[in-house]
């Protein structure tokens, strides 16, 4: 055997094999799934390249210009030059097709033989039968040869206007059309006269009773000898609004701040009464619309917001009989920290989940509905999409906010083969998941979106980015006469958590409202809290007095609360009022407690204490808990918290540093070396390669191209008792994981998880 640097080239092995260690580590770069696990030697590395499942993969990594340059190759000669292949994509710049080719043959979906560029034959299966529209070449179909290009212009001129429309129809594809059949007895073929002018001159074939078929040398006729309508070499132009930057990053920050608080207000409320999880996984609808209420945002806005709590690790299942949605530990981590490293850890995990929260509230395939928090909402394709958005996002100037329309085009032209039905629905989500959480601000990209995509998965930088443009956390509230307290900034620490349980929220935006009521009032004396303590908290939070309306409120609803005491007999109801219990007894509504007085001050109830005292609170009386002793008793609500059960995503194929492909490629250097210098070995007195170590994989790939071409391997063979020989093996056919072929004149059948190595003769 000649020395690889010497050998004629004769296939994508051989291509490969006189490649020089920079454009082997550009192969490894460009398709990192060729590395993993590392390849035994460069025919190995040749091997698992044309395997389908990485060939798909590659292919479905172009953008429309390479794929198209690609079909074009694909559908030529068995080898096409760039002068064919610029003609092919109707005139195209040379030096752009060249361009083109040059990155298809770095990705080894092409190589480079003496006579020019031959794509290789698993691309040209992927790419599938009706590439580009075409249908097969005539020799492929029913029927005699195609003639040469001119006598097909020549009969296409002569074509009546019936038997013309339908090649125009066809044309483009796609390339069977169906038509009526003759039903006069006797008569066979279409009713038509058209398609019976066409199959009488050989333009088009049939393929079945009612059906003809359009030849791919008529189709290229047609066309001029174009294989695509209309090239699409350049990325489409993507306009929008100019912004201001500091806008773009104001606004950025007011919603990364909003999207803190709104998450630190939900967990805390599921902190004392999380919802229950659903049998089938996910949240209850109800529970989600409670949320939205509490929260005062729309149904959308809050299913985003309880999967960002999940995919951060902030919630999760806690795995109890009776199952609940719960903050884990992490959630009490994430809120110690300082605002720019809690949006860095809530951003890093939405841009590379798979989890789609837009997609809650619509239907699977099988018409269920996705329920936030359920298995449903993982859809990988989202993690692709979401990043190729901000990708062109970042790719624009600074303050431009395209349109989603223009977006939705540019990620379809850079993925072609990847972008769903929805994609224009798709691309507007993530638009608004982004300026939601402050990635964009006014539809731009912010300086915290930048630091994202460019952070690696690096908290710091992203942190330092958004720090700047966070409204700084106040300290103090101003309390007014109309019983609200307005906040000029975000609330944190004690604060947020006094606020929240002593008043609500009314309003949100650049300044939170905070609304006093009885309700809220109440709310904090249920837990202990008492008048005096309250106004005491509400003068440390403000920086004024507290309103006279204001105490007036708290003082009058601590007079209130309290004096109706309920004990356990199941139920004791004592109160000083009696004419408030004279008002219990004649609501109709307390009938389920079934009240007897047995003194003037004093009710019973067979209902346990925790039932009355639930029913007594929704008919706006203001009761608390007794001890036997006759003291009041605050009832204890421990904080609920989930062990953290990081959701594993679907892996990624990371990419290798430089370090690591020179590693690489010196090792496959030195394996091809070492194959080289034993490729005279002789086995029963004949001479053949060393067979590398092959996954079944790379071996049926190996095969398959051998099938193709109509020649032998050398392959070693693991026999039932776990020695390995060594075979010169013609193979015919793979099927059931077995492939049949013959070795030494005997047809024999091999189980392809017995070959431990393939390699071509």
Known sequence: MLPASSSPIRSLADDIRGRSDEELAALLAARPDLARPAPSDLTALASRSSTRASTVRAIDGLDAAHLQALEAAAIGAEAVSPDALARLLDGADLDRVTALVDDLWRLALVWRAPHGLIVTRTAVDVLGEGVAGLGLAADDLPGPAAPDAETLRAEIALAPPRARAILDRLTWGPSVGIVPAADAPGRRGPADDGPRWLLAHGLVRAVASDQIALPREVAMVLREG????????????????????????????????????????????????????????????????????????????????????????????????????????????????????????????????????????????????????GTDGQWPPIRTLRRGVLDLLAAADEGLAPNATDLAGAVRWRRPRRVPRTLDEVVEAVLREASWLGVTGHGALSVGGRALLASEGDLKPVAESIHPHLPAPVDAVLLQADLTAIAPGPVTGSLAAFLRLVADVESRGGATVHRFSEDSIRRCLDTGWTGEDILAGLRDASSTPVPQPLEYLVRDVARRHGTIRVRGVSAVIRSEDEGGLDVMLANRKLAALQLRRIAPTVLTSPVGPEVVLEMLREEGFAPVSESPSGTVTVPTRPVRRAVRQRAVDPALVQAMDLAQLDSLVAGLRAAEAEATSRASVTMDGRAGPAIPANDPTTSMAVLREAIADGRAVWLGYSDGVGRTQRLLFYPERIDGGRVSGVNEGVTRTLSIHRITGVVTD
């Open 226 to 373: 174009r294989v695509h309508r209309n090239p699409q070499l350049d990325a489409p132009a993507v306009a929008g609004a100019e912004r201001q930057v500091e806008q773009v990053d104001a606004a950025a920050g007011a919603s990364a701040s909003e999207v803190l608080a709104l998450l630190d207000e939900l967990l805390d409320s599921w902190s004392q009464t999380p919802p229950r999880v659903l049998r089938t996984g996910g949240l209850a609808v109800r529970d989600l619309k409670a949320a939205a209420a509490q929260l005062d945002t729309t149904p959308e806005h809050t299913a985003y917001l309880v999967e960002l709590a999940l995919i951060a690790d902030l919630v999760a299942d806690d795995g109890e009989v009776d199952p609940h949605w719960v903050p884990t530990a992490e959630y009490d981590i994430w809120q110690t920290e300082p605002g720019g490293e809690r949006w860095a850890r809530l951003a890093l995990a939405w841009l590379t989940t798979t989890r789609a929260p837009h997609r809650v509230g619509s239907r699977t395939d099988t018409s269920a509905v996705i329920n936030a928090l």
